[in-house]
């Protein structure tokens, strides 16, 4: 269950309370900018990175003031893995909430791959690049979307790899993801590992925006999915608002992912803008064949009730998508 413990700075911050010991503080945050970029699959680029800019600085600042985090600005290190950290615009994100220039970036290169083309196992294949800075005693934060945790496993490993070679002593790390549970698995060993090897090691505190989505497997009752990949609403821990959201348009919970590739919606519009018309062109094709909304909402986040949302064509609403889209891409 999700208590709430902040609305201020037009961020709502809730608490993931759940049975069990957990050593990481887990939280959902919600504000209208990242609903608007899980909701509006046409919020892309410039306009993307800057609206969960603007969120996560909403959230630090709202998390310093609630004493949830204690950041100082000379200690402060952005880690960013690179490409999916770029989407956060920490850096810029630290600066707007505090008013501080004097905070670090650092950089690592993670790629990953399946195995195979039709392996459920990914591994690293690109990690040549590191620019790793950090003072004396460091706070880290982290953004990056987190579905399998490949990446973010390697790339927590180099950073505490790299802190024992600087002499660095880490105090925390502050980790904001649009992800799914294997994110605070990680982060757990990962706190543990801190633990041991810093002294005075205080926190690691995980920021799910939105919610704690689900990964799909091979065995998740999803017509359309890419396992390993998509962070998708069925079984997923939502923020009250978010769950709110899907009302305020039928398109909303429809989408195959509330994030899609992070990489190419801030980077390369092109190879994104393919990746959402190839699935409304899937849902037209299978409105043509006789799916109807209910059922299609019904697979995708089961816990609405259809009936607020009117009488709905799951062909007209996959015609219009369509026709949004391909207007831009052709632009």
Known sequence: MLNRISKRNDCSIYKIEEEGKTSVNRLVISNAETRAICNDTTVMGVNYTRKLRKACSMAMKSLQEEQVICLEERKTIVFNILRGGLNFGLREAIADAFDWNLH?????????????????????????????????SAQI??????????????????????????????????????????????????????????KGYQSTTLCYIEGRFTVPTVSTPLTIKLTGTDLVKREALMAPEFVESQYENPAFPMERCVIYDAGSRAFWLPEYLEDVIEYWGQVHTMARRGRTFEQQVGERVPNLDCSKFGAVDLEELASAQLTKLKSIANS
């Open 141 to 198: 934060v982290i953004g990056d979307v987190v579905a399998t945790g490949t990446s973010l496993e390697f790339g927590l490993e180099a950073l505490v790899k790299q802190a024992e070679i600087n002499n660095t002593n880490i105090e925390s790390i502050l980790f904001f993801t649009y992800g799914g549970k294997r994110t605070e698995e990680i982060l757990e060993n990962v706190d543990a590992l801190c633990r041991a090897k810093f």
């Open 104 to 136: 670090g970036s650092s950089f690592i290169s993670a790629q990953r791959a399946r195995i195979n083309p039709d392996s459920e196992e990914w591994h690293i294949i690109e990690s040549d690049y590191q620019k790793v800075y950090m003072p004396q």
